[in-house]
C-alpha cells in the first residue's frame, strides 16, 4: 500500500541545528554618530522648517564649487506679549547668500536687510580633524556671537571641543559598546554667566527603530523614539521634560516620503498640530506648504513657499 512505510525503515525528523551566535567584535565598532546628533531621526520627522506667510529661495550655480542664494519672505512676526492673545505684525526680509563647496572646505555667508551677518564654515584639517565654526554680527547689543567646534572622529569613536566668545567651553565624547549601543556624555563652562553642567547620552538604533536618551544636569531629559515602518514611512515620538521649571511636551509624529513628495506631521501633549508639505514639481523646482495650529494659544500659521535651484 501506497501509504505503509517499507520494514526496516524508521521515519525520524531531524532535529534542527542550533543557530550559533554571531561573536561580537568589540575591536572592530562601527563610529557612532556625533554626540549633538544623536537625535537626528526624531528631529527631522518631528522638528521640520516651519513658518508663516510667503517664502521664495533660489539657488544658482555659477560653477561647480561656488553659488549665489536669494531668499525673501513675508509674513507676521510674533511679539512677546503679558495677555495670553497672540500680537503679531507684518514683517519682510530679503536674504542674499553666497556658498562655496569644496571635498575639503565648506563656507556659507548670509546678509540679511535688519542687518544681520551670519557666516558658516567646516574645513577638514587633516584626515580625521575638522573644523566648524559659526558668528552672527548684528546691529543689536550684546547679541552678536561666534563659536567654534573641533572635531575628532575615531574608528569606534567622536569627540569634539567647543570655544566660544563670552568664555563659553565644552567638550563631548561618544563612543559605540557594542554594534547597535553607543553612550556619551558632555560638559560645558559658560564663564560670562558663571554656569556650569554636565550631560549624559545613550543611542541604541537597529535598521527597524532608533531610541536615545538625554539627562543634563541644566535639568533637561529628552527621549525619543523613531520606528522605521517601512522603506517610505517612519514614526516619531518624543519627551522632553525639566525638572528645574516642571514643563514637560510629548510629541507623536509621522514620516512620509512619496515619489515626488514628503509629508510630515505632528501633534503634541499642548494641543499643538503641524504639517509640513514638500512637493517636487519638476527638477530644480519644489512647492512647500506649511501649517501649524495651537488650540491652547489660538494661534493659527499657515505659509507656502517655491524652493528653485538652478
Known amino acids: 500500500m501506497a501509504g505503509l512505510v517499507p520494514p526496516g525503515t524508521t521515519m ?3 532535529d534542527p541545528k542550533p543557530t550559533k551566535e554571531e561573536k561580537v567584535d568589540y575591536f572592530n565598532l562601527p563610529c557612532p554618530i556625533p554626540y549633538e546628533e544623536i537625535h537626528r531621526e526624531a528631529f ?8 508663516e506667510g510667503l517664502r521664495f529661495d533660489l539657488t544658482r550655480g555659477l560653477n561647480p564649487k561656488f553659488a549665489l542664494s536669494h531668499s525673501v519672505y513675508m509674513g507676521p512676526t510674533t511679539i512677546p506679549s503679558q495677555s495670553a492673545e497672540t500680537i503679531k505684525i507684518p514683517t519682510a526680509q530679503y536674504e542674499f547668500g553666497a556658498n562655496f563647496m569644496d571635498p575639503k572646505l565648506m563656507l556659507v555667508g548670509r546678509v540679511l536687510t535688519d542687518g544681520r551677518l551670519t557666516a558658516r564654515l567646516k574645513c577638514d584639517l587633516i584626515e580625521n580633524l575638522s573644523l566648524k565654526a559659526n558668528a552672527q554680527l548684528t546691529n543689536e547689543p550684546h547679541m552678536s556671537h561666534g563659536i567654534a567646534y573641533f572635531d575628532y572622529k575615531g574608528k569606534d569613536y ?3 571641543f567647543q570655544l566660544g566668545n563670552g568664555a563659553l567651553f565644552g567638550a563631548n565624547y561618544i563612543q ?3 554594534p547597535n549601543l553607543s553612550l556619551g556624555g558632555e560638559v560645558f563652562w559658560a564663564g560670562q554667566h558663571r554656569k556650569s553642567g554636565i550631560g549624559y547620552a545613550a543611542r541604541y538604533n537597529t535598521d527597524k527603530m532608533v531610541a536615545t536618551g538625554q539627562v543634563a ?7 525619543s523614539y523613531v520606528q522605521k515602518v517601512s522603506e517610505k514611512v517612519s514614526l516619531a515620538s518624543d519627551f522632553m521634560y525639566n525638572y528645574m521649571s516642571r514643563d514637560v511636551t510629548a510629541s507623536v509624529g509621522y514620516d512620509y516620503i512619496l515619489r515626488q513628495c514628503r509629508l510630515r506631521g505632528k501633534i503634541d501633549s499642548n494641543g499643538c498640530t503641524s504639517a509640513f508639505l514638500e512637493e ?8 512647500i506648504l506649511s501649517a501649524e495650529i495651537d488650540h491652547k494659544k489660538k494661534d493659527y500659521k499657515f505659509g507656502f513657499g517655491l524652493t528653485v535651484g538652478e
Open 12 to 14: 525520524h525528523k531531524e
Open 280 to 287: 517636487r514639481l519638476q527638477m530644480g523646482l519644489n512647492f
Open 217 to 223: 544636569s541644566t535639568g533637561m531629559v529628552a527621549l
Open 44 to 51: 527631522m520627522s518631528l522638528k521640520p522648517d516651519l513658518f
Open 158 to 160: 567622536r569627540a569634539q
Open 176 to 178: 559605540s559598546v557594542t
